[in-house]
């Protein structure tokens, strides 16, 4: 079946302006993924969405970021007012939302800021 | 709180030669670990997952890892490198009764030269 696809898969954009990523999801899961990739900080946790409960920002790096899971499938996750350091891989992920589940990740959208 | 540590940030092997990338982890909490490979340009994609039961676990394309609690060590082995193994390797971990986050080391680039 279809993995998980996010887009754009590259995106470059001037400091200050806003962009949003998209991701889709393996359909049926329940559980959403954000992490971020970048050569100084490694892999992070950005943010978690589990079904219809809350969800989990405490990987949000700043209050520029949020992200929105709609429906309980498609995930949009938005920078505001970009700055150069926010250039990085942002990987979506996702599982069926029990404990351990293997977490597929799609390929990743590269954010660069100019 | 949960790390994952990876020593050797570049690791180079012959092909044909034993592959062996260390992780260490710390948790308060029976941990899941996790070995995830990333291919140039690409996602992650699962090596294999230890949670419970046996300590030794097979994962794809030959790889193994044994838990070993006592050393606080996950780390990855492949008796024979192939040239397709070159490739980045990251070890991770999960708290049991955790939110679910993978928590990532810097991970290991493997060189294979032939």
């Known amino acids: 079946g279809a993995g998980v696809s996010q887009s754009p898969s590259n995106k470059v954009t001037e ?21 971020r990739q970048s050569l100084g900080q490694g892999l992070e946790f950005l943010i978690y969405f589990q079904g219809n409960s809350a969800p989990d920002k405490s990987g949000l790096p700043s209050d520029r970021f949020s992200a929105e899971r709609t429906g309980g499938s498609v995930s949009t996750l938005t920078i505001q007012r970009t ?32 | 709180a ?4 990876q020593l050797g940030s570049h690791v180079s092997v012959s092909e ?20 995830y490979v990333q291919y140039p ?18 994962g794809i394309n030959g790889f ?5 609690k006592s050393e606080t060590s ?3 082995t492949k008796p024979s490198a192939h040239m397709s193994d070159a490739a980045e390797y990251f070890c991770a971990v999960i708290g049991q009764g955790s939110q679910g986050n993978l928590i990532f080391g810097k991970g290991t680039k493997l060189s294979v030269k032939p």
Do not use: M
Request: proline share 4%; charged share 15%.
């Open chain 2, 64 to 68: 193994e890892a044994e838990f070993k």
């Open chain 2, 41 to 58: 340009n690409q996602g992650l994609q699962l090596l294999l997952k230890y949670t419970t039961g046996a300590t030794l676990v097979k």
């Open chain 2, 16 to 35: 044909g030669a034993l592959v062996l990338l260390r992780c260490n982890y710390s948790s308060s909490v029976p941990p899941y670990l996790f070995w």
């Open chain 2, 2 to 5: 949960q790390s994952v540590t």
């Open chain 1, 83 to 114: 700055q150069q350091e926010d250039s990085a891989v942002y990987l979506c992920a996702s599982s069926r939302g029990l404990d351990a589940d293997t977490q597929y990740f799609g390929p990743g959208t590269r954010l660069t800021v100019l």
């Open chain 2, 74 to 76: 996950f780390h990855l």
């Open chain 1, 15 to 35: 400091k200050g302006k806003d962009v949003e990523l998209r991701c889709d999801p393996i359909s049926g899961h329940t559980a959403l993924y954000w992490y």
